[in-house]
């Protein structure tokens, strides 16, 4: 008997529910591989996720450009027309201080409810989330989805250089649409999905002066003098209002309400998050000068991360920046922008958002709300080569990415399973049911 969509989707929510402790052990064990960027080692997670599918069969390939940062594909051809394209990294950032963790950062302990290691929200959590809704979709005859390709990459976390950067760049990443697991759901009662994320100019500044000896610096020209009055002027395009379109400012509303339920915020931090889409942020991040204690220095450089709102113009802002180094007032200062790259936005009425509204809410049984990400996934660099809508879904716990003692709960990453599977039975092309 052929099987109604309501009655294949149902079964999807109740593999999802009964191989619960799989995805938290597999959430687990991913985290004990090591795949720390730097250096960005992605080979033995790698093997360990190629093993789980060996395991059941499922063939897939392993894709490297430089030798140890590998990325992973698996493809489950469906019937329906369309092809998904899932994306999630499998490196993560330095633990940090270990005396912050109460928990080893490595380990992926299950403490209650919740996986604790670095990771776990960003993103190995969803990782796993992604191997089980495979394993789930695979056991499933190719009729009631379109395909859909797992990608696991590398590099996500310095510039994606290895990993999504190259992939798409050489034409290895196609699809009809894209899935990024690079995000938290804010579960039980507010699951979100991102419809875009925000742009950034680095900006480098070299300041030239004099040399003097340390003890009559006023017959030298100090360059770190002039690089901080410069950097400071540059700070100020924090001012500059941008042009918000309006379609945007709902998505804006939303997305900083969840952000102020997420994370408690002190009265001037609530200030700056309630600017941080209508104005740029500028933070000054690195800076490099001076060569002895009692030499004036003739030499200074710093950076500065300038980040912009979707939908603007690029240029506009690059121009502030220019004209406020130039009105402070201090000479022989170079601007140079490094890297750029504008941030993208979708339309919340297209088809594929519409239905992944629909994946969302079967799985958590709340309507999800839209929202905007302040920094970037690789979505980013996926945009710049591959003209396909981009949504985000992920199972970290908001405000855990980066952090001490970041863990994910199970909720989560049975949600997220079930995200990712029910997608590709809803979704297609041509709009058939
Ligand atoms: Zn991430």
Known sequence: MVKSMDEVVKTVFQEAER?????????????KVPSVNPLGVTNDVVEYIHS????ID????????????????????????????????????????????????????????????RGTSDMK???????????????????????????????????????????????RLRGDVCLIGDSSCDLP??????????????????????????????????????????????????????????S????????????????HLRPDQLAKLKRIFHYPTASLNMIEGGVKINVVPDHAEAELDVRVTLGIALDAVKNRLVALVKNSGVTDVEVAFTRSQGGYYEDPNSPAMTKFIKAVEIAT??????????????????????DIPCLGFGVGVQGMAHVSNEYTTVENLVSGTKVYAIFPLLYSVDGSP
Not at 142 to 171: I, M, Q, Y
Request: hydrophobic letters at 40%; aromatic letters at 6%.
């Open 125 to 171: 959590g969803a990782c796993a989330s992604a191997m089980v809704a495979t394993k789930i979709l695979s056991r499933m005859t190719p009729d009631h989805r379109c395909t859909v390709e797992f990608w696991f990459t590398c590099d996500e976390e310095t510039g994606a250089e290895n990993g999504v950067k190259w992939l798409s760049e050489t034409g």
């Open 19 to 31: 191989l619960q402790d799989e995805v938290t052990t597999l959430c687990s064990e991913l985290v």
């Open 365 to 386: 049984k709340v309507p999800p709300t839209l929202k905007l990400l302040s920094g970037g996934t690789d979505a980013v660099h996926l945009k710049a080569n591959v």
């Open 248 to 263: 945007l400012e709902p998505v804006i509303r939303s997305t900083l309400d969840d952000l102020k339920r997420a994370i």
């Open 58 to 117: 499922l063939p897939c390939e392993v894709l490297e450009r430089e030798a140890g940062k590998s990325n992973l594909c698996i493809r489950l051809q469906g019937e329906k027309a369309g092809k998904i394209l899932w994306l999630g990294h499998l490196d993560v950032v330095p633990a940090g201080d270990l005396s912050l963790w109460h928990a080893d950062p490595f380990g992926g302990d299950l403490i209650g409810d919740r996986v604790y290691g």
């Open 52 to 55: 789980y599918f060996d395991d």
């Open 189 to 246: 009662h507010h699951p979100t999905i991102d419809v875009g994320c925000k742009g950034y100019l680095h900006m480098a500044l070299k300041a030239s002066g004099v040399t003097a000896h340390g003890s009559q610096p006023f017959l030298g020209d100090n360059a770190i003098d002039k690089l901080i009055t410069a950097a400071n002027s540059a700070k100020r395009v924090e001012e500059l209002r941008l042009d918000v379109p309006a």
